[in-house]
């Protein structure tokens, strides 16, 4: 299953760049997930890559999936935490297909294959009980 995320409203690519730090650490997402970062394009005048915008994914299997949410839900926790609770929450966007579906902290794997699954049944990978097709 492919998938990409970002983090909405992080022009700098700061957030992003640290939650895929946060993802490539995670032992159990590393053993049925590649991971690979997609910076934005140069600005004008510059000579290097732009920020980091977004976060591809490609998991082998369902328990991949709900592996990748637990880890996108601790990674906000911790860096709400960090925050003293403070700021605006970190809003992860996983999406597929043409769709982007915002995970929270009460996202599970389940729900995000019905959404998934409700934009476009064929491609979503697995089933609602997490399932490999």
Known sequence: MKLWLRIDNDPAGTEATTLYRWLARDRQLARHARLSPAAAAPIDGEMNGGSL?????????????????????????????????????????LGRSGRSIAIDDDSTAEGVVELLEAADPAAAGVTSDGNAR
Do not use: H, M, Y
């Open 53 to 93: 915008e977004t976060i591809n994914v490609i998991l082998s299997n369902s328990i991949a999936l709900a592996s990748l949410i637990t880890s996108i839900v601790a990674f906000r926790k911790a860096q709400k935490q960090q925050r003293g609770g403070s700021g605006d929450p970190i809003v992860v966007l």
